[in-house]
């Protein structure tokens, strides 16, 4: 029997809290599987490591340590100067950190985050960096504390997945980004043939893995908040059927003529009823 969605975010907050006090202490934090059959080493998989190491020795060695992403979001969303980003799961704050340096002061880089232990390590790595333009928000990714249309790039490394409500996540990423605003996400994503039972045998949930979207689910999912552009590539393997990918997408930059965006598409209650028809996993109604 499958947790409670509930059940689920509540494990997921104990995981990562105890990653930020194990940092916090002088250890490093970890994510993913407790195994994975995949060929590449652990420490390639999820990590500092997927950071170039001029951009780990810019930054506190705190940051680095409390890493669990799966890719580089900074690199792929080619940030420029003067934009507004928002990290989404921004953890110890390392991805934050870079965006601030990318877009200058005068741009800002927002980290959000559900853990109050993160967001102490976030905030005490951003005083040891010295970062100015950078604000930490507390609050879920299903319901952003921000007003529409305030952000220009909207990134996350490896958190999506762990989400339980995730059309609420990207109707809410669509509504904070300005038009015209893109996304450049790394995430965890499942191959289409894999069923949710499937996906659950190669990791938790809290570990990455038995919440990931599948590639056409995660298209879908998109499309279906309103985005266009839409671009999904595999990095590399998590465990048999499961990859790292980084995926961009674009918010419509419309003329006050047009119509929304969406519609057309099925809204955020259809996009539920699609995902529990193609993974059996029916999410909770989004608090938009």
Sequence with gaps: MSEHPTDLRETVRRRYAAAALQVTEGGTACCGPQSTDASADADEIFGPLLYTAHERDTLPAEAVAASLGCGNPTAVADLHEGERVLDLGSGGGIDVLLSARRVGPTGKAYGLDMTDEMLALARANQKKAGATNVEFLKGAMEAIPLPAHTIDVVISNCVINLSTDKPAVFAETFRVLAPGGRIGISDVIADDE??????????????CIAGALSFTEYRHSLEAAGFTNIQITPTHPIASGIHSAQIHATKPNLSPQSPPPNSNKPGSADLAAHLTATTGFKPPRAAL
């Design 194 to 207: 894999l069923t949710t039972a499937q996906r659950a045998e190669r990791g938790d949930h809290a570990g």
